[in-house]
């Protein structure tokens, strides 16, 4: 007798969606930049009224937060009537920025109490924070943004990022939890964009992609987390989002990421966190055991 394999059971919608609206940014990161942003990058074919129906379209089928990214999502000339448009639909709002710039009114916008904010930060010394961006003044920007943050009690995550040895990232993360930082978490570096150093696979990513997130490019692809951009289920601004979620590819794509048998403490990927350093504990890709090695990659 022939047995049929069983056909993998649907994944339910994600609750949180990463919405990457541009590729702009003002620093480089020439060996970590996950999107590959920079100054002379654009904000792709979705439009700002894409971006408002794929927000309330989210909002429906059942998301709780969004998180803006990019590229340097504030650079987005639609970023605060996005915002608006996802705090007006219910969903709680993170922005990961580079807080190298911040507008006054930003502020403002950041202190609604839906929203919070992350960001990266790289060395306590200046000259290996730059190192990673590419931009120098980086340094005293960021940080002078992520003591204003503090100082005006704004939800704030910071992540450290090994990009290279030797990095201040222990004396980095004791800087900002002086400065009042209550959540800096260390991460490595993952071979995705910029630092790509072998065809990214499943094997690359933390094994909780597509659990219980996703991931918009600018262009609407829809992927199963920013890290995961090489795995493209549909796009949402052709489809619509539900019809990318309800589709036999996000379901393939989530059933092909290999699992862990059990997640790492704090690894909540509901919560914008599997591989983002800016709120959990860094998650090993799926194949590695824990080692004090950095491993090459790219993220925020």
């Known amino acids: ?26 620093l480089t990161c020439p060996s970590l930049c996950y999107a590959k ?27 709780k937060k969004v998180q803006f990214i990019g590229g340097e999502p504030t650079m987005h000339p639609q970023f605060e009537a996005l915002v608006h448009r996802a705090l007006g639909v219910g969903l709680a709002v993170q922005v990961y920025s580079n807080l190298y710039r911040v507008r006054l009114e930003h502020w403002t ?3 609604h109490p839906r929203v919070s904010l992350a960001t990266s930060y790289h060395s306590d010394v200046a000259e290996e924070h730059e190192r990673v961006t590419g931009r120098t003044g980086s340094h005293a920007a960021t940080r ?14 910071v992540g450290i990022v090994e990009v290279f040895d030797g990095q201040r990232t222990a004396e980095a993360r004791e800087e900002l939890l002086t400065l009042g930082v209550r959540t800096v978490n260390i991460d490595r570096v993952r071979s995705v964009g910029r630092a790509e150093v072998h065809v990214p696979s499943t094997s690359d990513l933390c094994g909780r992609c597509a659990d219980g997130r996703a991931a918009i490019m ?12 090489f795995l493209k289920t549909g796009n949402a601004k052709a489809e619509g989002l539900g019809s990318v979620f309800a589709g036999q590819q996000w379901t393939d794509t989530a059933a092909s990421i290999p699992r862990r048998a059990m997640p790492s403490a704090g690894c909540t990927p509901a919560d914008s966190s599997d591989c983002d ?17 950095p491993h090459l990659g790219g993220t925020a």
């Open 1 to 26: 007798m022939t047995i049929t394999p069983e056909a993998p059971t649907q994944v339910p919608v994600p609750e949180f969606l990463e919405l990457e609206i541009t590729g702009k940014c003002q």
């Open 218 to 229: 600018t262009d609407g692809t829809v992927t199963p987390c920013v890290l995961g951009r």
């Open 144 to 157: 002078a943004n992520i003591a204003e943050a503090v100082h005006r009690k704004i939800p704030l995550q």
């Open 277 to 293: 350093p800016a709120n959990t504990e860094a998650c090993d890709p799926a194949y590695y055991a824990p080692d004090p090695t």
């Open 37 to 63: 942003a920079g100054p002379t990058e654009g904000h792709g074919s979705m439009t700002a009224d894409d971006w408002k129906r794929l927000i309330r379209e989210a909002a429906t089928l059942g998301v």
């Open 109 to 111: 916008l950041f202190a």
